[in-house]
């Protein structure tokens, strides 16, 4: 599995984007995906994470409330929904896909990596 993630970019605090990460092969729908972000000078951290049906869905804290995943296997796609966006959010995001069924916030479970879209939020 090739995945592309994009739709980052420089966004007001309070404000939104939907990052976008494409997945090539007919195995997407065989993975669980997830989005993790690192900024500098910290460790990558799981943000969000979706179950290969998509029935099951998981974010961590800091955003709940602000940020929603989604997928369209027919399309290949995953998504992470943005809103209220704040400084603390700034960071590189990376999509990632695991074989795994469920949602795992671990990042050594992941297989596939994205190759990260900056999200800059401005105070």
């Known amino acids: 599995v090739q995945l592309q993630a994009f739709g980052g970019g420089l966004v007001q605090a309070g404000g939104s984007l939907r990052l976008s990460c494409a997945a090539s092969?007919?195995?997407?729908?065989?993975?669980?995906m997830a989005w993790f972000r690192q900024a500098p000078g910290k460790e990558r951290q799981f943000v969000a994470g979706?179950?290969?049906?998509?029935?099951?869905?998981n974010v961590v804290d800091s955003v709940k409330g602000r940020f929603s995943i989604s997928r369209d296997n027919a399309k290949n796609t995953v998504y992470l929904q943005m809103n209220s966006l704040k400084s603390e959010d700034t960071a590189v995001y990376y999509c990632?896909?695991?074989?795994?069924?469920?949602?795992?916030?671990?990042?050594?479970?992941?297989?596939?990596w994205g190759q990260g879209t900056q999200v800059t939020v401005s105070s």
């Open positions: 979706i179950a290969r049906g998509g029935g099951t869905t």
């Open positions: 990632a896909a695991t074989s795994r069924w469920g949602v795992v916030t671990g990042d050594y479970e992941y297989d596939y």
């Open positions: 092969g007919r195995t997407f729908s065989w993975h669980a």
